[in-house]
């Protein structure tokens, strides 16, 4: 990139006190200088993702106003935001050139402050590279949305936060614990691609897979994109189920989940042979990962009821009480209001911003706390002191209280819940414990259809003739089985016959009597014929010739 088109990144301060790195100095030559913390966050514009500048900035911006609020006379703060709308139009972009950008700022900036945090909500894999790059400067990393398993190796980045609220290792422990419990081995996991859930979809569904293969699991997968797709795209893949699987994992939408049931009841598929795994990963529905209901006010709701009766659904154990969750609402309300003023953008009618959006929020003011208390303790507050300070501890926060383990990745217990058919609503038959182990614990009773759990496979086996069935079941195709054997000797004995008949009747066979000199039978039971050709004698007795 030339030095023309570097200048195309820009630089959003988010705090109206500190436009300008003069302000600063000014505002504190008269008086002792302040701790400086500056925030460097690495966006995409637009709606490319749910981690672009529209979502995310929001929360940012709301954080950083209140921590300049209430700790004004502590330390210093400003956000920086990365972005290059003209470059940067996708993911894929920001992968490829993240180390430009990032670098290319961290290394140009003229104010130096005393503590450096990068704070972002990251698109892909570029989280990685920034985490890379951060780690080598010593400077902490919070990654508010993007997960990856990498991060647990602290050797190689010591200074990265998880607090994703969809952590994927979490996700993963949670699904694969559960399928164990019920020694479930063959698994078909289908996904769609269609929205921003498919990007979830697309990499939650190939990392249970390789997860599950690890474990020795056969695995069957399935991906389609209902945006692109004609006709009814579940039907080839249910039929294709019905012959190689009865467990099956979908990933996806939940208006796309709806539909893959109503069809699978149409099928007949929905009975206690199978059940169906889907992982709602956030705790409160948005239009971005829908709601997992079946009402739906239509013509469908009595069928995906009873549909529904086969569906499992793993999701985030409630952390908000009746107090947070207003406080929580009174949140997205201000949320909301930002992004339609500064970000152009108007959330429908009833959504709410979505749970990884709220994290960059509460992820501020934790930090924020964290700082003040240092230097308030009169300790400078490093990067070391910060990852020690998160790392293993629970912050009750005003919407919800957040755990993290000793990695510090966030810790996220979830629910494994069925359809109460009482209620028509689902709720919670299995929880895991919160104590960083997330192992299950049991609510109340499972109620399967038929009274047990489907079999990893039908006792006849796929094809039905298996098992019990080989002899019952499989009555008919045995006597068809037979009947084509003896079809089949039948037309070979005759064509033998017919063959060995034109044989013998090629040969002359003629004898005349005055050939034969002499025929006696003896009292030993011996006969001899005597021809002018051949002397035999034969004993009957002992079944002997001599010649």
Request: with cysteine; glycine share 6%; aromatic share 12%.
């Amino acid at each position: 990139m030339t030095g023309a088109s570097a200048q195309c990144y820009c630089r959003c301060l988010s705090l109206c006190w500190s436009t300008t790195i003069l302000a600063v100095y000014l505002g504190t030559a008269t008086r002792s200088p302040k701790f400086s913390v500056e925030i460097i966050s690495p966006l995409t514009t637009g709606q490319i993702s749910a981690a672009s500048m529209t979502f995310i900035a929001p929360a940012f911006d709301l954080a950083m106003a209140e921590l300049q609020q209430e700790y004004s006379q502590v330390f210093h703060v400003n956000q920086t935001y990365i972005y290059n709308s003209t470059l940067i139009r996708s993911c894929d972009d920001l992968v490829a050139n993240i180390d430009f950008l990032v670098a290319d700022y961290y290394y140009r900036r003229v104010f130096q402050p005393n503590l450096t945090v990068f704070a972002f909500s990251g698109c892909s894999i570029e989280s990685v590279a920034v985490s890379k790059l951060a780690s080598a400067w010593n400077q902490l990393v919070i990654v508010g949305s993007y997960t990856d398993m990498v991060f647990q190796n602290r050797i190689f980045y010591p200074t990265v936060i998880q607090a994703a609220a969809t952590p994927a290792g979490q996700i993963l422990h949670a699904i694969t614990t559960f399928i164990s419990m019920f020694n479930w081995t063959i698994i078909h996991i289908v996904g769609d691609l269609a929205g921003v859930s498919g990007a979830l979809a697309n990499v939650g569904s190939r990392l249970l897979a390789a997860s599950l293969k690890k474990q020795g699991c056969t695995i069957y997968s399935s991906m389609v994109n209902t945006a692109t797709s004609t006709g009814d795209p579940f039907k080839p893949i249910l039929t294709e189920i019905k012959k190689i699987a009865r467990i099956v994992s979908f990933w996806g939408h939940a208006l796309s989940l709806r539909k893959f049931m109503l069809m699978a009841h149409k099928m007949n598929m929905t009975g206690g042979d199978y059940v169906y795994i889907f992982v709602d990963v956030i705790e409160y529905p948005t239009r971005m990962y829908g709601n997992v209901a079946w009402q739906n006010d239509d013509d469908d709701d009595k069928e995906a009821r009873l549909a529904y009766r086969s569906l499992v659904v793993l999701a985030p154990t409630p952390t908000v009480t009746a107090t947070s969750e207003k406080t929580r609402d009174a949140i997205f309300k201000q949320l909301i209001e930002r992004t339609k003023r500064d970000y152009d953008y108007s959330y429908p009618n009833n959504d709410r911003p979505a749970p990884n959006t709220l994290t960059c929020y509460t992820m501020m003011k934790i930090l924020g706390t964290n700082v003040a208390t240092l230097i308030r303790d009169h300790v400078t507050p490093t990067t070391e002191l910060l990852v020690r300070s998160i790392a293993n501890t629970s912050f009750p926060t005003n919407v919800g209280t957040i755990v993290f383990n000793a990695a510090g990745e966030r810790i996220v217990p979830y629910d494994v819940k069925q359809l109460n058919w009482t209620t028509g609503t689902f709720q919670a038959v299995l929880r895991q414990s919160p104590d960083g182990i997330l192992e299950y614990r049991l609510v109340r009773e499972f109620e399967w259809i038929g009274g047990l759990p489907p079999s990893n496979e039908p006792v006849c086996g796929f094809s039905g003739y298996i098992g019990p069935c080989a002899v019952t079941g499989g009555k008919s195709y045995t006597t068809l089985l037979v009947s084509i054997v003896v079809l089949f000797c039948a037309i070979v004995f005759a064509i033998s016959w017919y063959i060995r008949r034109d044989y013998l009747a090629q040969q002359i066979w003629q004898f005349r009597f005055e050939e034969f000199k002499y025929f006696e039978l003896t009292s030993a039971l011996d006969f001899r014929i005597m021809t002018s050709f051949t002397h035999y004698e034969i004993n009957w007795a002992t079944c002997s010739k001599v010649q």
